[in-house]
């Protein structure tokens, strides 16, 4: 089983409003990988960091998201003015990295619902 | 580009019927393949994972082959289970540490 934590498990926000997610990934894991899951279920990568460097990452949605994976501290998604269509599932994984063990582990997710 | 294309939106089975969710890829780069299943309300878990060839791969009675010649990496069981009602995604990892390329998802619906 997966020992990927993130908190929280719910988040509730107004349009305009910051939110902020936190992501604890498996020990020994230095790859971290966000990704959205919409409401029907499809998957968009966000970014993704080894140990506190950014490997990749998509135009972050007019800049509105920004990420962080400090040294002794949870990896952290923050939206800084949410809006409507950012309601979604928001899954953080890690994994070992290299090509041999590609393989993602996952956290139960935040479910963000922009009111 | 590198994608991945599930053809089945949705399958519904009687229980006790063989299971079998197609998966197709492109991709110009040597790789990893994976199946992943996501429960109601639950993380995707690791279902199946392959980079070999020709090679079956097997777990919790799932059963898949990558090939390569046609680019796919079925998944297959021999008799569903109520409890495997859930979404069933194929997943491709293109490079060292690289996001996941994924398909869009088949919802798996086993009836009593």
């Known amino acids: 089983n997966s020992k990927v934590i993130q908190t929280p498990r719910y988040l509730v926000k107004g349009q305009g409003q910051k939110a902020k997610m936190r992501c604890i990934p498996e020990?020994?894991?230095?790859?971290v990988f966000w990704y959205q899951q919409n409401k029907n279920n499809e998957f968009k990568f966000l970014i993704n960091?080894?140990?506190?460097?950014?490997?990749?990452q998509i135009d972050m949605t007019e800049k509105r998201f920004s990420a962080e994976c400090p040294s002794n501290s949870p990896c952290s998604l923050e939206i800084q003015s949410s809006e409507a269509g950012d309601s979604a599932l928001y899954l953080c994984?890690?994994?070992?990295?290299?090509?041999?063990?590609?393989?993602?582990?996952f956290g139960p997710g935040t479910r963000l619902t922009v009111l | 580009g590198d994608s991945v294309t599930q053809t089945e939106g949705l399958v519904t089975l009687t229980e006790g019927l063989p299971v079998m969710l197609n998966c197709t890829y492109q991709?110009?780069?040597?790789?990893?393949l994976f199946w992943y299943v996501q429960h109601l309300n639950e993380a995707p878990k690791l279902l199946l994972k392959?980079?070999?060839d020709n090679k079956r791969t097997e777990h919790q009675g799932f059963h898949a082959t990558l090939h390569k010649s046609s680019s796919s990496f079925h998944l297959q069981k021999s008799s569903a289970q109520l409890s495997d009602s859930a979404l069933y995604y194929c997943?491709?990892?293109?490079?060292?540490?690289?996001?996941?390329?994924w398909g869009l998802g088949t919802s798996l619906v086993v009836n009593p």
């Open positions: 991709t110009a780069y040597s790789t990893f």
């Open positions: 997943a491709l990892n293109v490079g060292d540490n690289s996001k996941l390329i």
């Open positions: 960091f080894q140990n506190q460097e950014v490997l990749q």
């Open positions: 994984a890690s994994s070992r990295g290299g090509l041999n063990y590609a393989e993602q582990f």
């Open positions: 020990k020994g894991h230095p790859v």
């Open positions: 392959s980079s070999t």
